[in-house]
């Protein structure tokens, strides 16, 4: 008669910390897959990155605010806005022409004709990407910034800043805004009439 040999233990048993670690990691997986999370850091994206490119359009344009405040600074009384908008039609600074032509100048391209092209670039295309309309071709335009910003004028500047917007606008672009857009409502509409044809 022979004896059954003793299963074989493993080298490392999983003990029930490892267990419940396992169990959070599933749980996050889960979270994280489901399409909510998706649409939340779509939408947190496309603000955020929004609000880069449209800060830097107000330092390129004369602006208006709105909702006026006085902050003391250094103990002198200096008016605020809560917001800045562009004055519409659009008027370049002149500084920002200054800038075009010695700072952030461009091959190819006059440096009036790359201000005007930079600041109408940060004009529409961040109110595309709030409103997730068009969004990736939005996302394109400004990653096509991004690069140029990149390659022609701070080519140091990758890792501190530059590499983050890409990879924000590149989320954009290949997931898409997630349901809180536009574009998923315009589609939505376009299969509801499809549907009733």
Same mark, same amino acid.
């Given at each position: 008669? +022979?004896?059954?040999?003793?299963?074989?233990?493993?080298?490392?048993?999983? %003990?029930?910390?490892?267990?419940?670690?396992?169990?959070?990691? $599933? %749980? $996050?997986?889960?979270?994280?897959?489901?399409? *909510?999370?998706?649409?939340?850091?779509?939408? &947190?994206?496309? #603000? /955020?990155?929004?609000?880069?490119?449209?800060?830097?359009?107000? /330092? !390129?344009?004369?602006?208006?605010?709105?909702?006026?405040?006085? @902050?003391?600074?250094?103990?002198? @009384?200096?008016? !605020?806005?809560?917001?800045? *908008?562009?004055?519409?039609?659009? +008027?370049?600074?002149?500084?920002?022409?200054?800038?075009?032509?010695? =700072?952030?100048?461009?091959?190819?391209?006059?440096? @009036?004709?790359?201000?005007?092209?930079?600041?109408?670039? @940060?004009?529409?295309?961040?109110?595309?990407?709030?409103?997730?309309?068009?969004?990736? *071709? $939005?996302? $394109?335009? #400004?990653?096509?910034?991004?690069?140029?910003?990149?390659? &022609?004028?701070?080519? =140091?500047?990758?890792?501190? /800043?530059?590499?983050?917007?890409?990879?924000? #606008?590149?989320?954009?672009?290949?997931?898409?805004?997630?349901?809180? %857009?536009?574009?998923?409502?315009?589609? !939505?509409?376009?299969?509801?009439?499809?549907?009733?044809?």
């Amino acid at each position: 008669m +022979t004896s059954t040999p003793a299963p074989a233990r493993p080298l490392f048993p999983a %003990s029930g910390l490892l267990r419940h670690a396992r169990a959070a990691h $599933a %749980s $996050a997986v889960q979270i994280a897959s489901h399409p *909510l999370a998706h649409d939340a850091l779509g939408l &947190f994206m496309r #603000l /955020t990155i929004a609000g880069v490119f449209w800060r830097s359009l107000l /330092t !390129k344009v004369d602006t208006f605010g709105v909702w006026r405040y006085t @902050e003391l600074i250094n103990n002198f @009384e200096v008016q !605020k806005f809560h917001i800045r *908008l562009p004055e519409l039609p659009l +008027t370049l600074r002149p500084s920002t022409l200054t800038q075009f032509r010695n =700072d952030f100048a461009l091959p190819l391209l006059p440096p @009036e004709l790359a201000a005007w092209f930079a600041t109408l670039g @940060e004009f529409v295309l961040p109110i595309l990407l709030v409103l997730g309309l068009w969004t990736r *071709l $939005a996302a $394109a335009g #400004l990653l096509a910034m991004t690069l140029v910003i990149q390659i &022609f004028v701070f080519p =140091d500047a990758w890792w501190q /800043t530059h590499a983050l917007w890409a990879a924000m #606008l590149a989320y954009v672009l290949l997931q898409g805004p997630g349901r809180a %857009s536009a574009d998923f409502w315009a589609g !939505k509409a376009a299969d509801h009439l499809v549907g009733r044809n």
